[in-house]
Structure formats: structure tokens, C-alpha cells
């Protein structure tokens, strides 16, 4: 089972306005480990979601979710902190710009002492977004990457500006849980704003040489590229699709990589000694997946019988 670790949130996507006093919005349960966690169970993964979770009405609403989608609840940390709520606006290419209300909500305050024992049937974590930059919980989730006990870790660094505007926070605990980590997905535009003017492949290389076995970047609807610790190459092309919004495209694309992992064996082991056929075979696979979040409106993952229909077709 992976532990996907970090926030739970709710989404409000502008629906419309009637003058400045009125706003109709749609609202979404999301974040982005939230969707990875829900993603890999619509995948046919096990999956578990260890976060901050309120006991107000979204938190309720929040766990409902959860419980529908088939993720394991073991590891929620139950508080009557309040649930963040996340306001969505989109561009014309359909991308989000987000505004966050997240201080001192359910899941930014998690500590070292609420995390629960980590279980033997817990083969991976995965870190990412806001949680890895926010105390008191990133010191919490860099806690437990530091104690991972051997087990399998990724990294999607998922940059949230309006959260934490200081990029010289995010680098640092970014270059901390990357030092852990055995995938490291990152987006073209996450590593313009942290890393400006350095090229994906040098980046890449860096985090390969600290200790990472694959390292991921995807570029919306450019071709993915990836770099592997034995010298491998990778490259996906997302199929066209009409885009509705991205929201949760990155999410899909991370629960992806891990899917396919878990899929060919021991996902630590695996990552670090990918054949050209089984990368090649994984990157198209998550590419394909994220365009079809990208057809639909928010964060609605694709279940494995989707990416294989799509894969056919």
C-alpha cells in the first residue's frame, strides 16, 4: 500500500457572477496528495491518505470521499482545526491560479507526534504541494522521510506560491525530502519558478546524484521527459484532447508512475533498475491518463479500464 501524505482540501471553481456582490461557485474536494491517494485506488493500487482532517462539515464531506473512492482511512489525524478551502480561477489555456485559506486549518497543523506507526504493508510514501513547505506539518512529513525505514519515496514538489510565497522555503525542503526520495516528479513551470535558468536535464541529474532512481518533467501538454540513474532516456507525448481545465493533471500523472511501479514488482527496487521497455511503457501510460483528467472539469482521475480504452483507441 502507498501512503500519500499531505493536504485534503476543498475546491471552489468560479461558476459564474451575478454583479460583484453575487458568485456562484462549483465546489470540488481536492489536493493535491488527496487526488494522488484517489487516483491510485481508481488506478486498482491500495492506497492510504495520512493528512490533517476537520471535523467541521468539508472534513465530514471530505472523509465521505475518501470512504466512497476506497482509500484506507487508518491514517487520518482527526482535529476540529477547520478545512482549507482552496478559491479556483482559470486562465485561457484552462490552467488553475489558485487562492488558498489554509492558516492554521486540519491539515497545515499536523505534527511529528500525531503521525501514526507506519505499518508493514505500507510499501511507499509520496510527498507533495503545500504540505512539504508549511509548518508545522513539513517538518512533520520531512519527519517521516527521514524515517521511511527502507520504504520506497517519492517527491512531487506541486508549488503553491499563494501559500508559501518565500522560494528559498520551498527549495529547502525541497532539496531536504528530494535527498530522500527515489522518484522526484517535478513540472516545467514548478522548476522555472524554483530553480530559474537551470535546464531540466541538469536539475535531474543533481537530484539523480543525491540518490533519486527516475526523476520526471512534465510541461502540460509539451512531451514529458525523464532521466533515469542508470542513463536512461524517456519521452511521452499526451494525446490531443480538448482541455476542459488541468486540475489534477500533475496528480494523475504522479499516481501513474506509481501505479505502473507497484505493477512490475517492489517499487523501490524497480525504480532504480528500469528497462528502456518498462519506462517507455510507464510514461505513456501517465501521459495518457493526464489527458484525460485534462477533458473533464477538476480533479476527476480516470480508472485504469479508461487509460487502457484510451491506449487502444
Known amino acids: 500500500m502507498y501512503l500519500v501524505c499531505g493536504e485534503a482540501l ?44 476537520s471535523n467541521d462539515l468539508m472534513g465530514g464531506r471530505l ?6 473512492e476506497g482509500v484506507n482511512a487508518d491514517y487520518l489525524v482527526r482535529t476540529d482545526r477547520k478545512t482549507t478551502l482552496s478559491l479556483v480561477g482559470l486562465d485561457a489555456n484552462g490552467s488553475p491560479a489558485y487562492a488558498f485559506y489554509s492558516t492554521n486549518s486540519a491539515d497545515t497543523g ?14 511507499g510514501l ?27 519515496v ?20 525541497t532539496t531536504v525530502l528530494a535527498s530522500h526520495a527515489d522518484l522526484i516528479k517535478i513540472s ?19 537530484w539523480i546524484d543525491s540518490g533519486a532512481g527516475i526523476v520526471v518533467v512534465t510541461d502540460a501538454g509539451n512531451p514529458a521527459h525523464a532521466w533515469t540513474s542508470t542513463g536512461l532516456r524517456g519521452t511521452a507525448t499526451p494525446p490531443k484532447t480538448k482541455v476542459v481545465d488541468a486540475v489534477g493533471a500533475g496528480d494523475t500523472f ?13 517499487p523501490r527496487e524497480i525504480v532504480h533498475n528500469l528497462t ?15 489527458a484525460i483528467t485534462c477533458s473533464r472539469r477538476g480533479a476527476d482521475l480516470p480508472t485504469r479500464a479508461e487509460v487502457k480504452a484510451q491506449l487502444k483507441a
Open 10 to 53: 476543498f475546491d471552489f471553481f468560479l461558476n459564474g457572477e451575478a454583479g460583484p456582490g453575487e458568485a456562484h461557485f462549483d465546489a470540488r474536494a481536492g489536493g493535491s496528495p488527496f487526488n494522488v491517494a484517489i487516483g491510485l485506488a481508481r488506478l486498482g493500487e491500495s492506497s492510504a491518505l495520512m493528512t490533517g482532517l
Open 276 to 290: 528502456q521497455k518498462q519506462l517507455d511503457s510507464m510514461l505513456t501510460f501517465a501521459a495518457t491518463a493526464a
Open 63 to 68: 472523509a465521505s470521499v475518501l470512504k466512497k
Open 154 to 173: 517519492s517527491l512531487d514538489p506541486n508549488v503553491r506560491p499563494t501559500v508559501e510565497p518565500e522560494m528559498s522555503i520551498w527549495r529547502k525542503r
Open 188 to 206: 516545467a513551470e514548478d522548476i522555472e519558478i524554483l530553480y530559474p535558468g537551470k535546464s531540466h536535464g541538469e536539475l535531474a541529474q543533481e
Open 254 to 266: 504522479q499516481a501513474s508512475l506509481l501505479s505502473e511501479l507497484a505493477r512490475m514488482g517492489n
Open 126 to 152: 509520496h510527498f507533495g504541494s503545500y504540505s512539504i513547505a508549511v509548518a508545522p506539518v513539513a517538518d512533520t512529513l520531512a519527519h517521516l522521510a527521514a524515517n521511511a525505514g527502507g520504504r520506497f
Open 110 to 123: 499536523v505534527t511529528i507526534a500525531d503521525l501514526p506507526k507506519l505499518g508493514a504493508d505500507v510499501i
